[in-house]
């Protein structure tokens, strides 16, 4: 018999084959098998004393020198469904079951036979995660490949709704939904509803390196995108992205994608879709079917195997759902103003220039700088055509043109009086839009920084009562007149004690013979 514990020692000690060969006198062919077995088996030096090199070759070589049996056969269904219970190793349970073998008077196989047969029967079986997989320890999510045409029964045309999918590696319940596109807020959410839908959290979500989830990932580092990493922080788990290139890192997700695609994508191939609500409720019905499908070469159905295996290990959900943001970097313009995508909303005037951070949510716009929120507004879910605008983020200047519309000239005139009023509501209306009299209603305003409220009404009552079309050249002529029995107009008149108009020259006037000075 080939002596397999010594070409396992003096690999130990840093022999190579060919010396391996020259001093066990085995065969070139006969080393390298062994070793390349024991490798992949993990099997190394020193060895258990019962590892006898009889145990070694049925090992490295099952049915080499088959001879009737008197070990006790384990039962791998039962030594399956405890692996995937937390912390049980194999190890564990080959002790167990030597432990029941002895009390029954029947040998039991050694550690690494026992392991090994059960390896051999998971991979005969197809059950095979769960070696890799503890129950509720991840959750596998990707974008399907294929799309869903959603057709436009007016104009004609025709988008694609997205199918998200995600997957339990330990019993392959699946979670899928149709969205209207790949954007961050629709991943978010997705995963939220993923973790209401199995009712529970797993440890760990291991994505394909989408940008939607995963900004940098290389050998060295991991870089989740910050509202990614804001939804890991608020269900407790973390995030272990797939490496780039190696497609098994996340082999159950892609598969379970393919067949997503294939009984619920290529299922509906035949229904024609005008909504995106309406392929949401259709792949919620087949994602139902595909869970109660049994499997073939297993007992039960991803259901079934979810809820008897792994429901009881998932972590519980937090009390409040997370609500999906997306970040947004954006250096604040003169307006100081920044954007959504769709509206455009205040910030203080003091970071003008400056790069500031903003978190959207379905209902909040929140901008941060240097690590503090500095403004917060409720978000427009329409297009709207004026700025929001907090007037306290507003410059001093700019603060005094708050009221710069019908509504805040016509409170401020109301405030000063009736003749006031009537005069801010004759320059509104003199022209084809309300907009052409702002500019005589701020200036009509400035003249209050300089004059009485009581003054001033005076001034407009004066006003109205010697022209109809008031000006405000006219109005700051009598403010500036010392007695308002005499006001001078634009057009040089000055009118009679009694008010009516009359032309009056001075003796200047007539003292260069009827000519004028000017």
């Not at 608020?234 to 890192?249: C, F, S």
């Not at 000006?471 to 107009?489: A, C, M, Q």
């Amino acid at each position: 018999m080939v002596d397999y514990r010594e070409i396992l020692r003096l690999k130990s000690l840093g022999y190579s084959r060919n010396q391996i060969e020259a001093s066990a006198h085995i065969s070139h062919h006969t080393v390298k098998a062994v070793l390349d077995t024991a490798e992949s088996l993990g099997i190394c030096w020193p060895l258990d004393e019962k590892l006898t090199n009889a145990v070694l070759q049925e090992t490295f070589f099952p049915g080499k020198n088959v001879t009737p049996t008197i070990y006790a056969e384990p039962d791998y269904a039962w030594i399956h469904r405890e692996l995937a219970k937390p912390g049980v190793t194999l190890t564990l349970l080959w002790t167990e079951y030597s432990e029941e073998s002895r009390v029954n008077g029947l040998v039991p196989y050694m550690r690494t036979q026992f392991c090994d047969k059960y390896r051999s029967w998971a991979r005969l079986t197809k059950a095979t995660m769960r070696i890799r997989h503890k129950p509720g320890e991840a959750m596998q999510v990707d974008w399907a490949g294929n799309t869903i045409p959603v057709y436009d029964s007016v104009a004609g045309d025709v988008s694609k709704a997205c199918v998200f999918v995600a997957v339990l590696p330990c019993s392959c319940f699946a979670y899928a939904e149709a969205c209207e596109d790949m954007k961050t807020e629709n991943w978010l959410l997705c995963h939220v509803h993923a973790f209401e839908y199995f009712g529970g959290v797993t440890r760990l979500l291991i994505p394909d390196n989408c940008k939607t989830g995963v900004t940098t990932n290389t050998r060295y580092e991991t870089v989740l995108n910050r509202s990614y990493l804001e939804l890991t922080e608020h269900y407790e788990t973390a995030v272990v992205p797939a490496r780039v290139l190696h497609p098994k890192d996340k082999s159950l997700a892609e598969g379970t994608v393919k067949f997503a695609s294939t009984w619920i994508i290529a299922a509906l191939r035949d229904r024609k879709f005008f909504s995106v609500d309406e392929v949401k409720g259709a792949v919620a019905e087949k994602l139902e079917e595909l869970n109660d499908k049994r499997f073939q070469r297993r007992i039960g159905t991803r259901r079934t195997a979810f809820q008897t295996e792994e429901a009881e290990f998932m972590r519980p959900l937090p009390g409040v759902a997370y609500q999906p943001s997306v970040w947004l970097q954006q250096t604040v313009g003169n307006d100081y103003l920044v954007s959504d995508g769709r509206n455009k909303y205040s910030v203080p005037y003091d970071v003008i220039g400056k790069e500031v951070s903003i978190r959207l949510t379905r209902n909040l716009v929140e901008v941060c700088f240097n690590g503090s929120q500095i403004a917060s507004h409720l978000r427009e879910a329409k297009a709207l055509r004026d700025p929001i605008v907090n007037p306290e983020h507003m410059t001093p200047e700019h603060r005094k043109y708050l009221d710069c519309n019908a509504d805040g000239f016509t409170s401020w005139a109301t405030q000063v009086g009736p003749k006031t009023l009537a005069v801010v509501q004759y320059f509104l209306s003199a022209g084809r839009e309300q907009e052409q009299g702002y500019k005589a209603c701020v200036s009509l305003k400035k003249l209050s920084d300089h004059y009485s409220r009581e003054r001033l009404e005076k001034a407009c009552s004066r006003m109205l009562e010697i022209s109809s079309t008031p000006s405000i050249r006219n109005i700051t002529t009598i403010l500036r007149t010392p007695s308002p029995s005499v006001v001078s107009d634009s057009t040089g008149k000055k009118a009679s004690p009694s008010g009516q108009f009359a032309i009056t020259r001075g003796a200047e006037y007539y003292g260069n013979g009827g000519k004028s000075n000017g």
